[in-house]
């Protein structure tokens, strides 16, 4: 292979490796391998004004899409611009590629403008993080970042690329990136053991999350759970992992507090858990929550998760379907058991007195293409979309995960670009929205054909149910919410701001203009936003 410079040599990786996409924000420092980049083919930039929308439309592309989401960021203050994002990626488990600019290896002691050590930066909110410091091991470092993002426990890798580097030469091949087969079966004996702790389960119970859409096991944990009769619960779980209109289906253990979830497992006897951490609360219980006597099944291709935090009877480091597939063959034929009532549904309510979130959608259920794919954000008017739109398919319902705020929209627009034959919708909250509004300007110069929604209410509304509870728990008696909640004060407007980036926008205030409006949003061609008042 001829030698060519590294800036020009790491496109030729991305081809070899059929990457699509680079979503970034651009800075002096990658100014040289970005003016090669815009000589590349099949490789287009999509250019984002922070970098926080940059990762956030690499995850959703990601997710979407099941392959590498590339990303470009500036030096240390564009990498802290993203930390956010990064994070979401990493308790999600995205597979993204993210390379940061730096001005040379030979400015390490000058301690310079923007100069940071990245890579301990990017540490704590990535799956690995390394720097290129040999010009002739430049591709070979891409790939094993590649190897790495993608490989179960899949999660995001940063690269530093110094310019100085990067501008000396490497005669390094560009060939595609090696990923390992990790769909690996338990023993026999073992899932024998497992079946036989299960079976003999009066109530059973089982957890799953996000490792069990990775695999592909949607299939085969419903089959072991009708064979149980056991109840799913979904922990980490913001993709379709088990149809949310099965009659075994649950509903969610909750991610703010742990004695939620200690309820819902208090009664188990046996328990399953797939492809999840347990448990993900922001104030989890310290103390385990399942009964003395239960007994703990966990699968999972991730070993680190297995036993974390309590102690279980079987841990199979194992993917997730095949195991399941046998796990369900062991048990034999099924259901065992009449599964136990379903949680009593929410009654809707009379039309007249119908809030305007289930309104909308309502007629949204009603009147969208078929195939549509949602990206949800919408947090406390997320309700009405459970109701209207469950997540059913695969592939076609992706949720905000992580605790950060600001992935509804760029998520939504990194969906459309991984699956452009979907119509595809993404909500989000007024407060949450603001923090990647400007996805909306690389939406129209794009001319990517997502549609959004802002929940508007007026407030940070979650804070506003979480200090309550925070209230109840210290025997603090109720008064006004922190005035810090509230975001009326100047009221923001979302459809003038929307214009304004190119994007056209509807005001929905009253329920007889929710079906001008989804009607008005379907037929434009191209991004579209309505700013639904629901508070």
């Not at 809030?355 to 947090?379: H, N």
Request: glycine share 10%.
């Amino acid at each position: 292979m001829p030698a060519r410079p590294g800036k020009a040599a790491i496109f030729e990786q991305f081809a070899a490796d059929g990457i699509s996409y680079m979503f970034g924000n651009p800075g002096t420092v990658e100014q040289g391998f970005l003016d090669e980049g815009d000589r590349a083919d099949g490789l287009s930039y999509v250019l984002a004004l922070h970098e926080g929308v940059a990762v956030g439309m690499a995850d959703g592309y990601a997710r979407a899409a099941q392959r590498p989401g590339l990303v470009q960021l500036h030096s240390g203050v564009g990498l802290g611009n993203g930390i956010g994002m990064l994070y979401q990626a990493k308790r999600g488990g995205s597979p993204l590629v993210v390379l940061v600019g730096e001005a040379g290896v030979r400015y390490d002691a000058m301690d310079g403008q923007m100069a940071a050590d990245l890579v301990a930066m990017a540490e704590p909110v990535t799956k690995y993080a390394t720097r290129v410091v040999d010009p002739s091991s430049t591709l070979r470092v891409l790939r094993r970042a590649v190897k790495i993002a993608m490989t179960p426990p899949r999660g995001p890798v940063v690269v530093v690329l110094p310019a100085d580097v990067m501008d000396e030469a490497t005669a390094e091949p560009a060939v595609p990136t090696s990923l390992p087969d990790t769909r690996s079966a338990p023993a026999p004996e073992a899932v024998e053991q497992a079946a036989r702790l299960l079976r003999d389960a009066r109530r059973p119970l089982i957890l799953m999350g996000d490792g069990v859409a990775a695999s592909g096991a949607q299939r085969e944990l419903t089959a072991v759970a009708e064979r149980l009769g056991a109840r799913v619960w979904g922990v980490n779980s913001s993709e379709v992992n088990f149809d949310t209109r099965h009659p075994l289906y649950g509903g969610v253990t909750g991610h703010m507090f742990g004695k939620d979830s200690a309820r819902i497992v208090a009664d188990a006897d046996a328990v399953l858990i797939v492809g999840t951490y347990v448990f993900p609360e922001v104030f989890p219980h310290l103390e385990s929550p399942f009964a003395e006597r239960t007994r703990i099944v966990h699968i999972d291709l991730d070993a680190y998760e297995i036993a974390k935090n309590f102690p279980v009877d079987i841990g199979l480091v194992a993917d997730p379907a095949l195991t399941l597939a046998s796990l369900a063959q062991a048990l034999g034929p099924g259901p065992r058991i009449v599964p136990p009532s379903p949680p009593v549904a929410r009654p809707l309510p009379a039309l007249d007195d119908e809030p305007l979130m289930e309104t909308f959608a309502r007629v949204l259920a009603e009147r969208s293409p078929e195939g549509l794919a949602v990206f949800d954000e919408a947090l406390t008017s997320g309700g009405a979309l459970a109701t209207y739109l469950p997540p059913r398919e695969s592939g076609r319902f992706f949720q905000t995960r992580g605790g950060s705020l600001g992935v509804g929209i760029p998520g939504a627009l990194g969906l459309k670009l991984a699956r452009p034959e979907l119509p595809v919708i993404g909500f989000t909250g007024d407060g949450g929205s603001m923090y990647t509004f400007q996805a909306l300007w690389t939406a129209a110069r794009e001319g990517i054909d997502a549609k959004f929604v802002i929940c508007n209410n007026g407030r940070y509304r979650l804070l506003d149910l979480n200090i309550g509870q925070y209230w109840a728990e210290r025997d603090i008696a109720p008064h006004p919410v922190p005035d810090a909640f509230d975001l009326t004060r100047p009221a923001i407007a979302f459809s003038a701001l929307s214009a304004s980036l190119g994007v056209p926008a509807r005001r929905v205030e009253k329920r007889d203009q929710v079906e001008d409006a989804i009607r008005d949003m379907w037929a434009h061609d191209g991004p579209f936003l309505v700013d639904l008042v629901v508070g």
